[in-house]
């Protein structure tokens, strides 16, 4: 019903903040990295919107990207996963890290996210398994065995100590072509330094 609006900001109350449009003033919840990302109070701000009607409220959420209001969409096709824990998975962890979780399948990442226990997580992963994915840009992803390869080497550097950032940094210097074991000694010689 109401896909985007733009407005001046008059309030940031977290999650909540208030947009004024021509006169009107929204009452929008936004993720935290939404919210983190806004400008001063009395500067424009322009946001994607989805809107769940309930029986006892009407609330609208704002997103600052189309990659969050999807992954917010995505989510609350979830059985047992509502707007409130939607919410808070994106407060918890970017688009990017959901992705990768998801295509990783890695539930420790999710359960991090307050609110999220382990049977919640698990589903999550079942359900978003193939809908992210497109989102995450991996390094080299031309086909489902090049991804599995670039997969396995992360896996291993995060096994062995390194962040994911400094993981998918090590990914994206090694050739396209590349095993796993030589990718691995590849990466570490490239973290090393």
């Keep these: 019903m109401i896909g985007k609006l733009t407005g001046t900001l008059l309030e940031k109350n977290p999650p909540q903040i208030l947009l004024d449009c021509h006169g009107v003033g929204y009452e929008v919840d936004v993720p ?12 424009k701000v322009a946001l994607l919107t989805h809107f769940v009607v309930r029986e ?12 969050e209001r999807e ?12 707007p409130r824990t939607a919410l808070s998975v994106l407060s918890g962890m970017s688009v990017a890290d959901l992705a990768q979780a998801v295509s990783a ?30 989102d995450l840009n991996l390094p080299g992803g031309a ?6 390869v670039q997969s396995d080497i ?17 990914l994206k210097a090694l050739p396209k072509d590349v095993g796993v074991s030589e990718g691995i000694k590849l990466a570490l010689k490239a973290l090393a330094k």
């Design 32 to 43: 935290m990295s939404t919210f983190y990302n806004l400008p001063a109070t009395g500067e």
């Design 71 to 82: 992954a917010f969409r995505q989510l609350i096709k979830i059985s047992g996963v509502g």
């Design 56 to 67: 006892d409220a009407q609330i609208l959420y704002g997103f600052g990207s189309s990659g």
């Design 105 to 134: 399948q890695e539930s420790g990442r999710i359960v991090k996210v307050p609110g999220i226990g382990k049977k919640t997580a698990e589903r999550l992963l079942l359900e978003l398994k193939g809908k992210l994915g497109a």
């Design 154 to 170: 992360q896996q291993a550097l995060m096994a062995l100590g390194y962040s994911d950032k400094d993981a998918t940094a090590a």
């Design 143 to 148: 086909g489902p065995a090049q991804s599995d």
